[in-house]
């Protein structure tokens, strides 16, 4: 009994070494002990690894299954932030208008709930990527274009050194250009119908907010025509400042300098950086030009738009919207607006015909815009040819003056007062008074009752 209690006496250092080492390895940074063999992985590892091979294999329905059930199943989990990036992903992957719309709404929710995690800008730069998908072409509905440009915006401005930054910086300069040829096809639309002030108030829109699209030259220049028409030389002079100024390779920089000269004006001298990102755009464009050849024919059968022309170099614009909007406001910009540029049409009595078209090439010398076939430029500025003209309104712009002058010609009616607030000068085109004659408006409801009248007698015969 002695022996044994003498036994258990001498056991207890030892034990307490051992305790004291094992305390050690648990709370100071011992190590891990080696699963044994044969046992089960946790359960939400084991969800999450099934979720990815399902995505991986286009198994998009099956793997978001499981994903959200791990995240309802298991919110302390240490998976739940990859899950919920992982389950954005898989709508992004799946595509189409259902599942784009559906991958944003996850990516923000990623950001709502992690918005410290470094992949917080990967989220918002997909979120941009879905409405660039969801994109339609120019001449149809840009709400998705202005959701991309917005998040594109923000991008840019909460993550500027992110990874991802170039690819948002190109991402919105695709998206700008696909608003600009919007703005600038409306513009078109009310020229060649004779709203001159919805058109400029279009242009004057464009230039401010998309300088590098791939016309903007094209819009300053006509501009610069409107303001000279209408007796503002001295903002039209602003206009043909900035082609040479900021566009000096264009093909309208010779006209704008002659412009300047003959309206004693000064000629500023190219700004150095619009210069060499001009350089650095054409040489791309020579490199390139093949693949730009390529997308432009593909782009007639993609129900998306067409970037090819979008500029390669150059920061895009950052300011939203509505900063644009309130800057129109300051003292030295007041008179550009739509009101004021309404007042000076209507007091000028200008009214822009068919054969003053957006689409006029570039300028030889001091003449205006003309009809004849002209040089092309690279994606700084490449204007359309023009189409047809015939005067149809009290002032038309001669082609072929050279100062571009004006002739007068009487008109059938009137030129009515235009809208002089920028909501109607951007609103919905008027349809021009006293177009239908009287004489076919007589003739259609002749040939209409004798119509009837045939019919009528056909049933008399038919039916007694």
Not at 240 to 251: A, F, G, K
Not at 293 to 306: E, F, Q, R, T
């Amino acid at each position: 009994m002695k022996s044994s209690t003498i036994r258990g006496l001498a056991l207890l250092p030892l034990a307490a070494v051992l305790a004291v080492a094992t305390s050690g390895c648990l709370f100071f940074g011992g190590a891990k002990k080696t699963p044994l063999t044969g046992t089960k992985a946790a359960p939400d590892t084991v969800l999450y690894n099934q979720a990815l091979d399902a995505i991986k294999h286009n198994r998009y329905t099956q793997g978001q299954l499981l994903l959200q059930t791990l995240i309802n199943t298991y919110p302390d989990s240490e998976y739940l932030a990859k899950a919920k990036l992982a389950w954005a992903d898989s709508f992004y992957k799946e595509g189409g208008v259902e599942g784009l719309t559906q991958a944003a709404a996850q990516y923000k929710d990623f950001i709502t709930f992690f918005p410290f995690l470094q992949e917080a800008a990967y989220a918002q730069y997909r979120i941009a990527m879905c409405h660039f998908r969801m994109m339609e072409k120019a001449d149809r509905d840009p709400t998705q274009a202005l959701e991309g440009e917005a998040a594109f915006q923000t991008m840019l401005l909460r993550y500027p050194n992110s990874k991802w930054t170039a690819q948002a910086e190109q991402g919105l300069r695709d998206v700008q250009e696909i608003l600009a040829e919007h703005q600038f096809d409306v513009a078109q639309f009310y020229f060649i119908r004779g709203n001159l002030a919805a058109a400029a108030a279009r242009l004057l829109e464009l230039t401010q907010r998309y300088p590098l699209f791939s016309q903007a030259d094209q819009a300053n220049w006509m501009l610069g025509q409107f303001y000279q028409k209408v007796g503002k030389t001295d903002f039209a002079a602003r206009f043909y400042q900035n082609i040479v100024r900021e566009y000096p390779l264009s093909s309208y920089a010779s006209g704008a300098r002659n412009k300047l000269v003959a309206l004693h004006s000064p000629v500023p001298q190219p700004d150095p950086v619009a210069m060499a990102r001009m350089k650095k755009q054409e040489q791309y464009d020579r490199t390139h030009h093949g693949a730009s050849l390529i997308a432009d024919a593909m782009g007639i059968l993609k129900s998306g738009p067409s970037v090819a022309r979008a500029a390669d170099f150059g920061q895009p614009d950052l300011a939203p919207e509505t900063t644009i909007v309130a800057a129109r406001t300051d003292t030295g910009f007041q008179v550009l607006e739509p009101a004021v540029v309404s007042a000076a049409a209507s007091s000028a009595g200008a009214r822009v015909t068919n054969s003053l078209s957006i689409s006029g090439v570039a300028p030889s010398g001091d003449e205006a815009i003309s009809g004849s076939s002209g040089p092309t430029t690279s994606s700084a500025a490449s204007p359309a040819s023009p189409p047809s003209s015939s005067s149809v309104g009290a002032t038309v712009i001669d082609s072929s003056s050279p100062a571009g002058g004006s002739e007068t010609k009487p008109a059938p009616d009137p030129l009515k007062a235009l809208p002089a607030t920028a909501k109607n000068a951007k609103g919905k085109a008027t349809k021009a008074s006293g177009s239908a004659k009287p004489t076919k408006k007589k003739e259609k409801n002749a040939k209409k009752a004798k119509k009837d009248k045939k019919k009528k007698s056909f049933f008399r015969k038919i039916i007694p």
